[in-house]
């Protein structure tokens, strides 16, 4: 049995061992959704544009049970406190926070955060007309909190998987990731797109997602990194910024600013040909928000041309481009995240990039699988001589999504 295997029976181990004690029986099921990196296409999400993001073998396990009232109580590993609430409460629950992203005030939910995942997907659930009924979720997971892994795309994967199941919803794979992007928008209040979430429920052995965000189309590219002999390191350099929230919002709403520049409806619509255009009509700030857009939307179609033709091996200066991009346009690198795409490369990483939202959280670099200590160590090494806390470092590979465990 591999590491990961190991990990993941842990999960499923600690959901059931939590629904037990919480319940009193046995669980009705097991639930597991994983989290994700993105090999590439970062911020075009919202933009309506291009993703390649893959899931990772690191998963949230969700233990769920019917009860026999109308009451929803979820308990997890990371919380001592166990939250209920009754299906009918549900809808007076997250209304603060819709009201709060139209005035652009940070409330906070009326549940601890944890826990307005699962309840916000028993909400949107009900939202989308499944007929809730009471049930005890117990969750535990081995995905990093706080790493730029989707976490949280995977609780609400998991939680999502086993309602639609439990509820009879009958809803599909981007159903549930719609579903649990509502969650996270609308009920935690995180102004994400769709990305995560689609990985999360649509992610396969071997393969990245393509995943074109305006029309939701999905399709798995192959990345071949073991059959040509590369790894995929994670550098997860668990450094989490307090503006991380505010830095998204405010990049997204530079997008808009630009499209609405431009006269389209999303950034989606601008090409690289239209940036001289687009340079001569914005602000400086505004341009090179607009040039990370659409130059990565771009990357990401080259990306899958060149893991089609060429294989892996091929995509290391893509993966490079853009990290640039990211640091300089869209400006969310942080000197640990830039610090450890330079030392992966210096130690011969065929390319490196920050992964997910910025402003912390992981680098992935695509190497020799031979050279997985190495590299470790030098990127270990880096991040010592600048002060820097030991980052957490492990490989990945593409791995299957969301899915019933037991
Ligand atoms: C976070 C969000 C995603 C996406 C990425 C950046 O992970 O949840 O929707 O915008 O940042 O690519």
Redesign the pocket.
Known sequence: MTEQQTQQTAAQQDARALYETLAGHAPDGLWSAPGRV?LI??????NEGF?LPFAIPHRTVAAVGRRDDDRIRVASTFAPDAVEVGIDELESLFPTVRRAQGSGDAQQPAVPEWAAYPLGVAWALQQAGASASGVDIAIASDVAVGA?L?S??AIEGAAASALNDIWGAGLDRVALARIG?RA?NEAVG?P??????MASMLGEPDAAIFLDCRSLEALPVVVGAAPAGLAILVIDTQVQHAHSTGG?RERRASCERGAAIMGVPSLRDVSVADLGRAEELMDDVTFRRVRHIVTENQRVLDTVRVLREQGARGIGDLLVASHASMRDDFEISVPELDTAVEAALAAGAIGARMT???FGGAAIALIEQDSVDAVSDAVAAAFTERGFAAPHLFTVVPSAGAQRDA
């Open positions: 993105n296409g970062e911020h075009t999400d919202y993703v730029g989707s949280s795309a992007r996270e995180a994400t797109g769709i990305m995560d979430q998204y997910g939202g910025g």
